[in-house]
């Protein structure tokens, strides 16, 4: 039940003695001078269902206490269970987006390393978020995720946990839109891009006041406003993927969230235009010892610049691009999008896991 948009072979189980000679491992490089040209989308064939694993049982175990009204409980469960499967990957992996600074996260904390290690471990780079959305997945509203993005060493910016002021779009857009327009020609520029008006056009926008004049600023362009509580990744997804009837993310939300979102970019030739937006002086000095300029936009190649990258999310409850986990007797079903940015292949999967022994399930398209 997964949708490929190219043929791909399956990939062969190696023993994990003789993967370093099936996919060398050397700083994730493309050549060698003792093997010659390397495939560059090895990478990406040996972990991308390692990833929609990964996400897969972290949407499981944070969709088992949705709605409970406790967005701690949410979090530890998606976190948790995200480390347990990382653990066990064939990786060796370093957080540089994650829960929080050391001091300030149990697990999955920035500099932490992850997977088996070794030798023939694939180095690695990990963009992370649990639970997108802690607090919508504790109402049980729609839009929550869990989120990971993989890139070879040096892949992934090192975003400090501050603002970004964001725009995004999908790739028709992509390379016609600027920051330092008004939101009117922005969103002139994106109805011209997709042959119709601005009136047709839906804005995703972070619920949050600080974007008031920006909402009226789109609403009085003509376009309509998609208020939504969290989940800014996921939007950005479907900003670039026809159907969701979602054109456009903008506003101010998280730095981290935004090399999550320019990662899957990457893969799905949309755009995201950043700006660091810090709101205090200590912020401003987190941003300065990331080498981080304020007065700069970054685009997508230079959020997420890896060469090889990976990403996968799996809805916890239902959004415009994703089902949420639905529970049965026994088991759950969950729906995914995975992809890689050299594979050049994007997976719409949806899996039913039959969890406890003797669990049943007829299959239903």
Sequence with gaps: MTSVAQPDKALERVPRSRRHTRFPRYSMGMTSPALGTVDPTAFERALVLDTVRVTEQAAIAASRVAGMGDEDLVDQAGTETMRTILGELDIDGRIVIGEGERDDAPMLYIGERVGRGGEDAWQVDIAVDPVEGTGITARMVNGSVAVIALSGRGGLFHAPDVYMDKLIVGPPAAGSVDMSWPVAANLQAIAASLNRAVRDLTIVILDRPRHEKLVQDVRAAGARVKLIGDGDVIAALSAA???TNVH?????????????????????????LGRFA???DDERKRMADAGVDENRVYRTEELAPGNQIVFSATGITDGDLLKGVK???????THTIAMGLQSRVIRLSDAVHLISDGARVTIQV
């Design 241 to 243: 993927v026809r159907g």
């Design 248 to 272: 456009a993310v903008m506003g101010t939300g998280g730095a981290p969230e935004g090399v999550l979102a320019a990662a899957a970019l990457r893969c799905l030739g949309g755009e995201i």
């Design 278 to 280: 810090p709101r205090n």
């Design 327 to 333: 529970f049965f007797g026994g088991g759950a079903r």
